[in-house]
């Protein structure tokens, strides 16, 4: 029994010296969460392109889909003349469209009021806007997101690339390629609304209620970041991959809208859990993303095929951008499971022993 119990302490010892320098070495690689991926833009037969390496292809969507004729670059009024050629062509570069195939709106305070203010920012008809955005439909490659440098400088300082994606999905956007940039530091808000603005611009308008939901959750899910920011363990990538299952899995039930607060809450818990952040977000956090997620399902816009296809979709690229991250987490995992297995041993050991 001695020489068990010394064979214990000796492994017991090694694995958790090896857990603890996991730990320490956990999630590092996510300095910059605005920071640009590595994508492939392909031309497709309308001229659109792939804004992400890992699209393929997704399933049906349903008649009242929303989408775009064309490409529509929608650009701060607050641009100077230069400024304005200059994100035009950062946008179009990175798209790989031409110009002449491109319709142009301008974005304004008005438009911030219209579409910001009704879920709580405080903007006025005489706010500035300088972020900009590039708008163009895919046959099936679901929503995508490139936060381009301006003359070598992020300069989009607040709304990730992963948090614009699950706005868009939110807002009721499928099967689109976004690309937004700015020629000075901005939080990136007049690119979001000039999002909104294109699709109405298009004839083809996103419901209000929907652009309100996505608008709290991008305001939820970035004050999340900011007051996470630093934290060993967490990443914007995490957070919004957790929001992204759990929209999958809310759309996969046979009527997201009858589901209860508790059954969202059990969702909400187990996606937090796979992600290795229920210990990291606070109670009142995990509320806020139980509350906003019974609005969305709420809506309607989770009974749609092309809601859940993309759902799943946006889930499998947010990982595929950040394999680091995700991949540290199976890999604490699995050293996690081996620990259990080897205290599970040691008691079916000992019990041998009496």
Do not use: H
Request: overall charge neutral.
């Amino acid at each position: 029994m001695n020489f068990k119990r010394m064979i214990f302490a000796m492994s017991l010892g090694l694995i958790m010296g090896g857990a603890v320098s996991i730990k320490e070495m956990y999630v590092s690689a996510d300095n910059n969460t605005n920071a640009n991926v590595n994508v492939n833009i392909n031309n497709n037969s309308s001229n659109s392109s792939a804004a992400n390496s890992s699209s393929d292809s997704v399933g049906s969507s349903s008649s009242s889909e929303v989408t775009l004729s064309q490409p529509i670059l929608t650009l701060g009024t607050s641009l100077t003349s230069s400024e304005r050629s200059e994100v035009a062509q950062t946008l179009e570069n990175a798209a790989n469209v031409d110009s002449s195939n491109v319709q142009a709106i301008t974005i304004d305070g008005a438009d911030l009021v219209q579409y910001l203010n009704p879920s709580g920012d405080s903007f006025t008809d005489n706010s500035g806007v300088w972020s900009s955005a590039l708008i163009q439909k895919t046959d099936n490659g679901g929503i995508n997101v490139q936060i381009v440098d301006y003359n070598g400088s992020n300069n989009i300082t607040t709304i990730t690339q992963n948090q614009y994606r699950n706005a868009a999905l939110t807002a009721g956007i499928t099967n689109a390629n976004i690309y937004v940039t700015s020629p000075r530091s901005i939080d990136g808000s007049g690119a979001l609304a000039g999002v909104y603005a294109a699709y109405s611009a298009a004839g083809n308008s996103l419901s209000q209620k929907n652009i309100n939901n996505a608008q709290n959750e991008q305001n939820l899910l970035s004050s999340i970041t900011q007051a996470n920011k630093g934290k060993d363990g967490y990443t914007d990538s995490q957070l919004n991959n957790a929001v992204a299952g759990a929209k999958q899995e809310i759309a996969d039930t046979k009527n997201p809208a009858s589901l209860s607060r508790q059954e969202i809450a059990d969702i909400v818990d187990k996606e937090l859990k796979k992600n290795e952040l229920n210990n990291v977000l606070t109670q009142n956090q995990k509320n806020k993303i139980i509350s906003l997620l019974q609005k969305i399902a709420a809506s309607g816009v989770m009974n749609r095929q092309s809601f859940k296809d993309q759902a799943g979709k946006l889930s499998q690229n947010i990982q595929a951008n950040a394999k680091n991250i995700f991949n540290k987490l199976k890999n604490d995992k699995g050293l996690w499971a081996k620990v259990k297995q080897f205290f599970s041993n040691i008691v079916t050991d000992l019990r041998n022993l009496f």
